[in-house]
């Protein structure tokens, strides 16, 4: 069964640091792209960044840039999002997803979300 289990979120100040984890299972993970979105409450889902995991090439939204750092460990099958200079406006459900081959194709897997809270 193909999963993907997000953990690492929280509540945090403004300015703090976090570490997303999206830990994959039950299928090939070297030919899939994993890519992070957020959904704050009233807002739709944003794709904040992604990584192809065969050749580590990556991608993020403009609103994230010199924030946001993906990375992945194909040893252990998991990506990492590492967030710095928290915002309140990150605060949401951060989710992590699978496509098939490339970044921002369609995403067949998802998971459950971890929520991000960032206090002013």
Do not use: M
């Not at 792209?33 to 889902?45: C, E, L, N, S, T």
């Amino acid at each position: 069964e193909e999963q993907l289990v997000e953990s690492g979120g929280g509540l945090v100040q403004a300015g703090g640091s976090l570490r997303l984890s999206c830990a994959a299972s039950g299928f090939t993970f070297d030919d899939y792209a994993i890519g992070w979105f957020r959904q704050a409450p009233g807002k739709g889902r944003e794709e904040v960044s992604c990584i192809r995991t065969s050749d580590g090439s990556t991608y993020y939204a403009d609103s994230v840039k010199g924030r946001f750092t993906i990375s992945s460990d194909n040893a252990k099958n998991t990506v990492y999002l590492q967030i710095n200079s928290l915002k309140p406006e990150d605060t949401a459900v951060y989710y992590c997803a699978a496509a098939f081959l490339v970044c921002r194709g369609h995403y067949n897997y998802w998971g459950q979300g971890t929520q991000v809270t960032v206090s002013s």
